[in-house]
């Protein structure tokens, strides 16, 4: 976190994003997984975010600021940690799927990026006190490179690129595309208070009620999904 000025104002920016977001990546995958899993202490300035083979897994999320999170997993990166999250479940080895490209592979990448991206929404609504939400991950098993833009849904935008390492040395990348954007700290605030549970729960049921009860949109997700692939041509 970056200070400016001559009292020492708190200035949150790109970096500092970046930073809480892979932290979220190594905190959730080191406890769901078990597999040490650490990044670079270099970040890449990229102009573009890419999905990748062999496995890409997107996640938009829109509200304070706007922006896109992509991680990219090779074959073995994704079957290590797959393998790794079924067996620190409990599930016995023989009944877990043999190759990257089994419908359960992605579902459990999936879940784990949407564990991920929702960790890191926590912290921006603590940290940052504003409010994002988040997309339905997606998970696209690839042969080839697919460019993703989101250039229309940002004014001034910013990419970057961190590369991750599991505990076998397998190698995955993030990529973040986001408004370039700083949160200045305008007065001391606990960013650790919890919330009143019960409140929070009966806004997530609430919510869900919502979500649920939206059918035009539940039905359209399908046929939004089919229009994706299509843009990415596959």
């Excluded at 994003?17 to 300035?45: D, E, K, P, W």
């Excluded at 799927?97 to 879940?111: F, R």
């Excluded at 849904?153 to 076998?168: C, I, M, S």
Aim: charged share 20%; with cysteine.
């Amino acid at each position: 976190m970056t200070k400016k000025g001559q009292e020492s104002t708190v200035v949150y920016g790109t970096e500092d994003l970046l930073t809480s977001l892979c932290n979220s990546v190594t905190q959730v995958l080191n406890v769901a997984t078990q597999c040490q899993i650490h990044y670079s202490g270099m970040v890449q300035r990229i102009t573009k975010t890419c999905l990748k083979p062999d496995i890409g897994c997107f996640v938009l999320f829109d509200g304070g600021f706007s922006g896109l999170v992509v991680i990219n997993f090779s074959a073995a990166t994704a079957m290590e940690l797959y393998e790794s999250y079924m067996l620190n479940m409990g599930m016995p080895k023989s009944e877990l799927a043999s190759a990257h490209t089994s419908d359960e592979v992605s579902n459990i990448m999936g879940e784990l990026m949407n564990q991920i991206v929702g960790d890191f929404t926590g912290k921006v609504r603590r940290e940052l006190q504003t409010h994002i939400t988040q997309s339905q991950p997606k998970m696209l098993v690839l042969n080839k490179q697919v460019v993703l833009s989101v250039d229309t849904h940002l004014d001034k935008p910013e990419a970057r690129r961190v590369t991750f390492y599991t505990g076998k040395n397998n190698i995955f990348y993030l990529e973040l595309a986001i408004d370039r954007t700083e949160f200045i700290k305008l007065h001391d605030f606990d960013a650790n208070e919890v919330l009143d549970p019960d409140a929070l729960i009966a806004q997530t049921n609430a919510e869900r009620n919502a979500d649920s009860s939206s059918s035009p949109a539940a039905a359209a997700e399908p046929a939004d999904h089919d229009e994706l692939l299509r843009s990415l041509g596959l």
